[in-house]
Nanobody, 122 residues
Framework: QVQLVESGGGWVQPGGSLRLSCVVS????????IGWFRQAPGKEREEISC????????YYAHSVKGRFTTSRDDAKNTGYLRMNSLKVEDTAVYYC???????????????WGKGTLVTVSA
């Protein structure tokens, strides 16, 4: 059974930083793209990054490009999302998922975590 567990969310002031982790079990992360998504209250889920298997390529949404960095440690079966220069509008539940990669982002995300809440406020 594949499980993804996010952690690292919390409250941070505007301009601050957080690093989210996504620990994957039940499968080998190395073979899959790992995507990060978020859903703010009252809004649709938004894909914010996708990191291809073997670090071949990366996709970022325009809203986070230059501020967020996705990475992975396949030896630990873990993905990461480093978030810098956080803004109030980054407040959301953040999810990780595994699947395939394209230049337009992730696709076919079959396995999802339950999310971690990030709150950015003064």
């Amino acid at each position: 059974q594949v499980q993804l567990v996010e952690s690292g969310g919390g409250w941070v002031q505007p301009g601050g930083s957080l690093r989210l982790s996504c620990v994957v079990s039940g499968t080998t992360l190395e073979y899959y793209a790992i995507g990060w998504f978020r859903q703010a209250p009252g809004k649709e889920r938004e894909e914010i990054s996708c990191l291809a298997a073997y670090n071949i390529s990366t996709y970022y949404a325009h809203s986070v490009k230059g501020r967020f960095t996705t990475s992975r440690d396949d030896a630990k079966n873990t993905g990461y999302l480093r978030m810098n220069s956080l803004k109030v509008e980054d407040t959301a539940v953040y999810y990780c998922a595994t699947g395939g990669y394209s230049d337009n982002g992730c696709y076919g995300m079959d396995n999802w975590g339950k999310g971690t809440l990030v709150t950015v406020s003064a």
